[in-house]
């Protein structure tokens, strides 16, 4: 046997490793539910459980029906993520967060850390920290430097991307195949493989606490209304209140949180290849209850997306979609790579997002090729 030096050196993954070990890490907890009464959505429930048996894709397509047409929200629940898991996630957002901004701004562009005051709200700066970590695919890798304590536990942040793709996202889309009566329940799935590149990322979200005086500058969060860029949106229960929901009816309902469950709300992606028949609902994030105001409150989430290449025109083999006549959303082919690129140029650029609203003579602006954004009452 030949002696080697590899005991005597030390890896610096061993050292980031032990220095950062969960042991050490400030845990996260759940701060605790509100005593307020409020007026909550009625969301489903799906039991991906039921998923696998004999006839379960098609009970849970049955039970997705409504939600996915007139709501854009539901839950769903046993996704096959242990609990310690998700709750790990939560420890590093946390401990995330609590970095100081030396080790937080190498990260770049969408991707990356983004400081509070860089979101686009009618009044006031926004209280929002964020980290996005795109997929673990070829195209993304080493494009961005994380600070230590990410990459002590980069390959657990990277299993659990892929689940929360594999045991959340493409079972929805069979189950929306399903819904459409497309031929191929591969469909949808086709256009969302992990490996292809596309603009999902999984992210580390806080709110952090305002005083009484910034929530009245910001209009308690009221003019926040907006739809999601992709597919669909993941996020895990936070006990902390403040998503609503704008309902068919124009009311803002409240979305609590229910223990074990991932809250899934439709995209603008899902809804351009459907033309608009399934719903990318509008949501908002505003002041929490006055019980739970001190509290900071961690987001962790997925943004699914299709391929960059997806053309986003209605589907045409459904004959749910040809019953309902849908037509497509812009006047020319427009693939995803651009719609993202359109989407973002207004949230990453408050001064001419503010801009092109301030112009805007009926609360609409042009985002692409005839589609246009519009702003939700308050
Ligand atoms: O934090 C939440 O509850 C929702 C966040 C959200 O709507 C978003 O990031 O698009
Ligand atoms: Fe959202």
């Given at each position: 046997m030949s002696t080697t030096v590899t005991e005597t050196v030390t890896s610096p993954t061993v050292d980031i490793k032990e220095k950062y070990s969960y042991d050490k890490l400030n845990a996260y907890t759940h701060p605790p539910e509100t005593e307020a009464d409020l007026p909550w959505s009625e969301l489903v429930t799906l039991?991906?459980?039921?998923?696998?048996?004999?006839?379960g894709k098609e009970r849970l397509a049955k039970q997705l029906e409504h939600a996915v047409h007139h709501v854009g929200f539901f839950y769903v629940k046993n996704?096959?993520?242990p609990h310690e898991e998700v709750d790990r996630q939560f420890t590093l957002a946390k401990n995330f967060f609590q970095l100081p901004v030396s080790e937080k701004e190498n990260a770049a562009d969408y991707n990356g850390w983004r400081r509070p005051g860089r979101r686009i709200m009618s009044k006031g700066i926004d209280n929002v920290e964020i980290f996005n970590f795109p997929k673990?695919?070829?195209?993304?890798?080493?494009k961005y430097n994380y600070p230590d304590l990410l990459n002590a536990h980069m390959s657990e942040i990277e299993k659990f991307q892929r689940e929360l793709h594999a045991n959340i996202v493409l079972p929805l889309l069979r189950l929306f195949a399903i819904i459409l009566e497309l031929?191929?329940?591969?469909y949808l799935v086709k256009q969302h493989?992990?490996?292809?590149?596309?603009?999902d990322h999984s992210r580390y979200m806080i709110y952090h606490p305002r005083t009484e005086q910034e929530w009245a500058d910001a209009n308690?969060?009221?003019?926040g209304g907006h739809t999601d860029l992709g597919t669909v949106t993941l996020l895990f229960r936070q006990p902390v209140a403040g998503l609503q929901i704008l309902g068919e009816d124009g009311n803002w309902t409240w979305v609590s949180a229910q223990p074990g469950t991932v809250t899934v709300n439709l995209a603008d992606t899902i809804s351009h290849l459907t033309g608009g028949w399934l719903k990318s609902s509008v949501h908002r994030v505003v002041a929490p209850p006055e019980d739970q105001r001190s509290f900071e409150r961690t987001g962790l989430l997925y943004f699914a997306r299709p391929?960059?290449?997806?053309?986003?025109?209605?589907?045409?083999?459904?004959p749910v979609l040809q019953k309902a006549g849908v037509h497509p959303r812009f006047d020319r082919e427009v693939t995803m790579e651009e719609f993202v690129r359109a989407k973002q140029t207004m949230q990453l650029n408050p001064d001419i997002a503010a801009k092109r609203w301030a112009e805007s003579k009926d609360g609409t602006?042009?985002?692409?090729?005839g589609f246009r954004d519009k702003k939700y009452k308050e």
């Open positions: 039991d991906l459980e039921d998923y696998g048996r004999p006839g996704f096959g993520i673990f695919t070829p195209e993304f890798a080493g031929p191929d329940e591969e493989t992990f490996d292809e590149k596309s603009e308690y969060g009221k003019g391929h960059n290449k997806t053309v986003l025109t209605p589907i045409t083999d459904s602006v042009e985002l692409l090729a």
